[in-house]
């Protein structure tokens, strides 16, 4: 079976920035991205939970998207202007796709 080159693009970021995050992706053309819960971790500041929070607020999420190598560095200075004023990460990884036509910008 044949498979296509991509970028996987991973931003860990304070939930309250998401909206923030996935406007840029939309307003990119990103075809595609998913939105996922961070229960826990450890960081610079030590381990932290979700547990007892009130609200989702203080939250994390991860943003996971799949792009063309050649929109990653346009895509990566926006996020992370966003990025820079929380906490948060940002990952690229090299990745394999099946369906290529799925991961094109529209």
């Known amino acids: 079976m044949d498979t296509h080159p991509k970028k996987r693009l991973e ?8 909206s923030r995050v996935s406007h840029i992706l939309d307003n990119a ?3 595609g991205y998913t939105v996922l819960p961070v ?3 450890s960081g610079d500041s030590g381990p932290w939970t979700r547990d007892g929070l009130v609200s989702s607020a203080g939250g994390m999420v991860t943003i996971v998207c799949i792009v063309d190598e ?4 346009k895509l990566l200075e926006k996020v992370f202007k966003v990025v820079s004023r929380q906490i948060g990460i940002i990952n690229v990884s090299d990745c394999q796709v099946v369906r290529d036509a799925k991961f094109q910008v529209h």
């Open 11 to 18: 931003i860990f970021i304070e939930a309250p920035a998401l």
């Open 29 to 31: 053309g990103v075809p």
């Open 39 to 41: 229960i826990s971790g």
């Open 70 to 73: 050649d929109q990653m560095d």
